[in-house]
């Protein structure tokens, strides 16, 4: 976070930036805060996302003429989460700007409220790696619960040894996952090279451990498990450890 006061001269602690931009752009109070909040303020060359920061008559404020005043839009954010990191953690290790993908085409300025009350509906196991989502979009938080058990998951779930006809015929069978009854995933194999073999599940319901259940069901030893694909929204293009923003086009 930005502040401007901590150069200010011994006993000069100057004037809210919000009513500095007020009187600057000849905007309400409140049209300013907005204009703040939304990145659209330096001071000093420094963006600047707080109103209530304190500025000297010596300080120089730069508004971006093309911004509008308007609530800042909220945001979802993709994260490719890296195995050995509880789902929920990335909040404050990863969901930083720092941590934006390079090939983010969103166009998107990296705000710090984009950061702020995110909420994640696809969970991922510890040891798993691969897409999750938060989100501060009620309209998406309402997708992604109600159509929990009907959204389509790919994940890719590597495994000790060769996986037989019979065992795959088995992971194709609707499976009870703690005492509940799931639909059958579409289970294939993807590939099959130096004692792993790889399998693509698609699944309809994101239930923590149910991959897990399956494979131990069919005497298979998971060696590692990456989420490609939540409803029709991809993981392609982001590093481990990376975030972009949802773009406007993708629809869960």
Known sequence: MNRTNSSMPEGDEGIRLAKRVAAQAGCSRREAELL???GAVRVDGQRVEVPQARVTAQQTVEVDQAAKPEPVQVVTLLLNKPPGIPFDAPIARLLVPAQRSEDDSSQRPTLQRHFANQH???PLETGAGGLIVFTQDPRIERKLVEDAGLMEYEVMVDVHGEVGPQAL???NQSPVIDGRAMLPAKVSINRQNEGITGLRFAM?????GQIAQMCDGVDLRIAAMKRLRVGRVSLAGLAPGAWRYLLPHEKF
């Open 36 to 38: 703040i909040e939304n």
């Open 120 to 122: 994640c509906f696809t």
């Open 169 to 171: 015929h088995r992971l």
């Open 204 to 208: 309809k319901g994101a239930w923590p």
